[in-house]
Structures are given as C-alpha cells and as structure tokens.
C-alpha cells in the first residue's frame, strides 16, 4: 500500500534567499555534495551486506536519501535507517535484477564467441532486455519505497511499466544513456556523478509517473502499484 509519510516541517531558506546568487551557489554546492556523500554511501552499503546482499538496500536507501530527505541534514543516519529498514523485502525484490544482470553478461560473453544470423539474433535480444532492464531499474527504487505490495503484484507492475508509461520509460533511458555516455567520455565526472545522478534524474521521472497513476486511481486501488 501506499505509504503516507508525516508532513515535514518546511526548512527556512529566507536567509539563503537573502544572499541573493550566493544563496543559489550554496544550494547547487549543497545538493552536488550530497550526490558525492550518495556514492560514497552506496559503495559502503553495498560492502556491508557483502554486495550481493547490500546493493539493493544501498539503492534503495540512495533513492530515498536524494529524493524524500531534507538536503540539509547528514546522510548518515538516514541512509543506514533506510538500509537496514524492509532489508529482507528489498533483497527479495532485487534478485530477479541480479539475475537477470547475470544474464545478461553471461550472454554478452556468448555474443563475442558468434557470427552471422545467431549474433544478429542474440545481439538484437540483448539489447532489447537491457534497454527493458534499465527502466525497470529506474522504476524499482521508487516503486519498493511507495508500497508494499506481495512482491509477485510488485513486479507484475514493474515489468508492465515501460510499454505503460512510454514518456517516463523513453525519459528514463535517455538519462541512463546519457550518464553512461559522459562516463564513458569523461571517466573523472563519471566517477563523481556515479550512480547519483542517475538514480536521482530517473526517480525524479518515476515519482511524476507514480503520482499520477495514483491521483487517478480509484479510493481501494490507490494504494496499489497498478500499471495505467
């Protein structure tokens, strides 16, 4: 179900305001530590659960922090909180990601090993799960922290998303694109931005989608991932 989160007190910017574009270099210098704070605590999260079983908590809790908590306040706590909270649901959500991960890098070494027809067909496949793989990823943080739903609803919802939601899918891969791109061109701002960036530009997308789908919900559906 939908997860109605207490209404936080509205943190007062008047003095940042004030200092007219300085206040704006602040808040531009806040939120790009943050992003940097955000990789460190995803690197560190997943390290804790042993990879396997922190990455999925880690991207959640990312999530979270770059997009429901307050900027001004230390990451810390309310990342590990986040981390450790529904730890065994998130791990259970993540692992049809890390299979097919697996998958698909298993069948990236197959790809190098044909020619011909069965290359064009596998290479074809491939790119058409991973472009589907990238905006369920998307989706998936946003979607594990707004309800809490059986995880077969879960992911009925998550796989019907991108033909379902084509704007916030196309949106989502451009920005995955995108950040893979300047990566791989800049590999020093790809380091920074991480997985950031990113997480936060898609869970923007997401949220926008998420909110209208349950703005035109009925009353007992709105607190279900329903794909519309």
Not at 10 to 17: F, G
Not at 54 to 74: I, K, M, N, Q
Not at 192 to 218: K, Q, T
Request: glycine share 10%; with cysteine.
């Amino acid at each position: 179900m939908t997860e109605l989160r207490p209404d936080r007190p509205v943190r007062d910017t008047s003095a940042e305001d004030e200092l007219g574009w300085t206040g704006g270099v602040m808040r531009v210098l806040r939120r790009v530590t943050r992003l940097v704070e955000v990789n460190v605590l995803v690197l560190l999260g997943a390290l804790a659960g042993g990879i396997v079983l922190g990455v999925w908590p880690a991207v959640r809790a990312a999530s979270a922090l770059l997009l429901d908590a307050d900027p001004a306040e230390s990451p810390w706590r309310p990342f590990w909180r986040a981390w450790r909270d529904d730890w065994r649901r998130t791990n259970l959500l993540g692992a049809p990601l890390t299979a097919v991960g697996a998958a698909l890098a298993l069948d990236s070494l197959v790809l190098g090993q044909l020619d011909g027809p069965a290359r064009a067909a596998l290479q074809a496949g491939l790119v058409l799960v991973g472009v589907w793989t990238a905006v369920v990823l998307a989706y998936w943080p946003r979607v594990v922290l707004r309800y809490d739903r059986p995880a077969f609803e879960t992911w009925r919802f998550l796989l019907l998303s991108p033909p379902l939601g084509p704007g916030t899918a196309a949106g989502a891969v451009v920005v995955l694109g995108a950040c893979g791109l300047v990566a791989y061109v800049v590999p020093l701002l790809g380091l920074l931005a991480g997985i950031a960036v990113p997480l936060w530009l898609s869970g923007l997308m997401v949220d926008d989608r998420l909110n209208r789908i349950d703005e035109v919900s009925r009353p007992d559906e709105a607190s279900r991932p329903a794909a519309g």
